[in-house]
């Protein structure tokens, strides 16, 4: 089973940037990934997603034209830059399959925007 390890987070004022990384202990290079975060109170919700053939991005209408997602199949790791920064983006965040037969969830990195 692939075991994914996300970091990267900490507290940012708002406006500005992190890059998340996640690292998976297998290959990934066939799976579709995505980036996901859970707020306080809230339920879990899709960020960004990359395709693995073709790199082909998507993102939520909340963040896109702020986050780029990419991946580097070389180091089984998918990344995750967020620019422009908000309170609201504040949230844990996930990486997994953007689809199917999930991967066992991994810790999430914590993102704080707050002044």
């Known amino acids: 089973q692939v075991q994914l390890v996300e970091s990267g987070g900490g507290l940012v004022q708002p406006g500005g940037s992190l890059r998340l990384s996640c690292a998976a202990s297998k290959s990934i290079s066939i799976n579709s990934m995505a980036w996901y975060r859970q707020a306080p109170g809230k339920e879990r919700e899709l960020v960004a997603s990359i395709s693995n053939v073709g790199g082909i991005t998507v993102y939520a209408d909340s963040v896109k034209g702020r986050f780029a997602i990419s991946r580097d199949n070389a180091k089984n790791t998918v990344y995750l830059q967020m620019n422009s920064l908000k309170p609201e983006d504040t949230a844990v965040y996930y990486c997994?399959?953007?689809?199917?037969?999930?991967?066992?969830w991994g810790q999430g990195t914590q993102v704080t925007v707050s002044s």
């Open positions: 997994n399959k953007w689809s199917g037969s999930m991967f066992i």
